[in-house]
């Protein structure tokens, strides 16, 4: 069994997929995204050394509680540490435990042969997978999150190829990601999808910022507001609408 590297593990998650969850943060991620609110998750070589045997464990200890839940991996990414999620979930299969992936789809890349065999092998262990899709323009992509978003666009459509359910997730950022364009184009995107079954349409916060200050790490957008939940309800209606285009020119 290999061991995942871990920065901390939370019982009673509500907002980690369906039901409540034994939510599991990964530690390691390349994606520096300006309003991340894990920093403390970057570092690829850190975190405590975890068997997935303890992660069952200590998921069945409260068993009674995950009734219509189970276990999610999130982060952090936790597709940097392929091996350890193939292991986890063969175990978590073994006793019929729902699984869940929280990623943002940047360690997908087309022409790694040996990475997608791994994601091969670990896909038919996954109930669900919720992708969050940071931006949909390339370039402003790389100037929020430092990364590109071709590997993640293509992990989308890998996840409906291998009929892997997936609820996509966006945050709503001021003057980011909230342009109607580019909201848009993501629904247009994401509406070729068959295994879509949610669309989690989330408002910018800061709450992480005492978490950059304790750490010592600039906060680039420590002088923007927080968005108001009703302004992303709005910006969600613009992104369904882009689907029921594609949806439409597809039938």
Known sequence: MTQGRIHSLESFGTVDGPGVRYVVFCQGCPMRCAYCHNPDTWEINAGTLTDPEYIIEQYNRNKSFYKGGGITVTGGEPLLQVDFLIDLF?????????????????????????????????????????????????????????????????????????????????????????????????????????????????????MAKPKYKELGIDYKLKDLKPLDKSVAIEKKAVILEGIKKRRAEMQ
Not at 93 to 118: A, L, Q, R, V
Not at 138 to 148: A, G, I, M, R
């Open 90 to 206: 063969t175990l978590a299969k073994k006793e019929n435990i729902h699984t869940c992936i929280d990623t943002s789809g940047i360690t997908f890349k087309p022409g790694n042969t040996e990475y997608i065999k791994k994601l091969d092998q670990l896909m038919p262990l996954t109930n669900l997978v919720m992708l969050d899709i940071k931006h949909i323009d390339p370039e402003k992509h790389k100037e929020l999150t430092s990364q590109p978003n071709d590997g993640i666009l293509a992990f989308a459509k890998y996840l409906d190829e291998k009929h892997v359910p997936v609820w996509i997730r966006h945050v709503v950022v001021p003057g980011i990601t909230d342009d109607d364009k580019y909201l848009f184009e993501l629904g247009y995107f994401i509406g070729q999808l068959s295994n879509l079954e949610a669309l989690d349409v989330l408002p910018y916060h800061d």
